[in-house]
């Protein structure tokens, strides 16, 4: 399939023999519960992909990113998911550290470890919650002698186990009545820190999306990132990014594993000519409007028309998906279904796509007033 090997090569060129591990391993495995997945992602650079170069990332760009997240959504559903909540992270931190006045040597050692050592960043925002917006704190903090304590739980957490440190987002009020944003960066090693049992389902299981519980724990000052009071007026603009890169980079990851069964479909021949290239135009439908909405904040969309078209290729994207994977499984046939939990299993990984926030339900008033005029208001 043209469009997934385009996907397949971006893959390479940034993290040069990822695919081909990940592939000696058989699906089912790679989508296990103690898969090695992750692992094989660290060692091949993946957690670098969209830190600065001058942190000594890759410094990827929205198109190259899908891209790459497409290529590996389609080896492995759950690595393509559970990366998608480290580098919406990845994104939002950088972002307000170049709105920070100054970095502390803490703050600069987790941010130049992200690339050169393969931490993993776990989100303790709100993801998860399909009616509530995905940048509200997850977590409560309260000041403390030695900077913050933290009480909350985030369920599910992708990369629970594998993460290095749990971000948070708060905000946080100062003695003369002012608040900003902040980034906690909380080391997975802290007391206090918990993870739980909680994803029960086998799919996307090796995204270790478990519960992940703090009580008191401490932070010191020293791993907050805050916005200066000169910045406050960005805050939004940074989290429309975060909120950005979260529906992109996740409605790419389900593409990709649409994409591994029509690969399937169409290496095999199944059906006719005409339903293959019906099938084959469906999907290529869904990964235009990625690329095409990855294009545009490329070149800098950005604001309300952001947030905007990435939820409508979302969603568009989250029908065609559907349709495709129906009519796919249908051309595989009954045997491949039988004699195979992998058709099964890719299939039932793309309808995940729908319980990412925020539903179309929760969106729906927000979006019809924007697209009649008004101003997009997302609470």
Known sequence: MRSLTVARETCERFHPGLLTALEEIPLMTREAPDSPVVELYRRH???????????????????????????????????GVATTMHHFTVAMLFRLAEAAERLTPAQLKVLTSVAADGLLLASGWAEGRTDQNILAPAVVAERSTAGYRVNGSK???????????????????????????????????????????????????????????????????????????EAHDRL??????????????????????????VAQVLAAGRGSAH???????????????VEGTARALADGLDGDAAVAAVLTARYATQDLLTATVDQAVEMLGGMAFIRSPETAHL????????FHPPSRTSVAAELAEYFAGGPLRLS
């Not at 891209?67 to 690595?79: K, N």
């Not at 940074?238 to 890169?245: C, E, R, V, Y």
Request: with cysteine; net charge negative; hydrophobic share 45%.
């Open 275 to 289: 339903d293959r290239a019906a099938l084959a135009v469906r999907m290529d439908a869904a990964v235009g409007l």
């Open 155 to 229: 369920k599910p957490c992708s990369l629970s186990r594998s993460m290095d440190v749990l971000t948070a987002s708060v905000m946080v009020r100062d003695a003369d009545g002012t608040s900003g944003l902040a980034l906690m960066l909380i080391p997975a090693t802290s007391p206090g820190i918990e993870t739980r049992p909680f994803w029960a389902t086998p799919i996307l299981a090796a995204a270790q999306s478990d519960e992940v519980r703090l009580t008191d724990v401490e932070v010191p000052e020293d791993l907050v990132i805050r916005s200066t009071p």
């Open 236 to 261: 939004d603009d940074l989290q429309t990014a975060g909120f950005s890169w979260f529906e992109l980079l996740a409605t790419s990851a389900y593409t990709g594993a649409a994409s591994a069964l």
């Open 45 to 79: 650079g993946g957690p670098g992909l969209l830190v600065p170069a001058s942190y000594g990332g890759r410094a990827a760009g929205p198109l190259d990113a899908v891209r790459v997240q497409r290529a590996i959504a389609s080896c492995s559903p759950s690595l």
């Open 347 to 354: 299939a039932s990984s793309v309808r995940a796509l729908a």
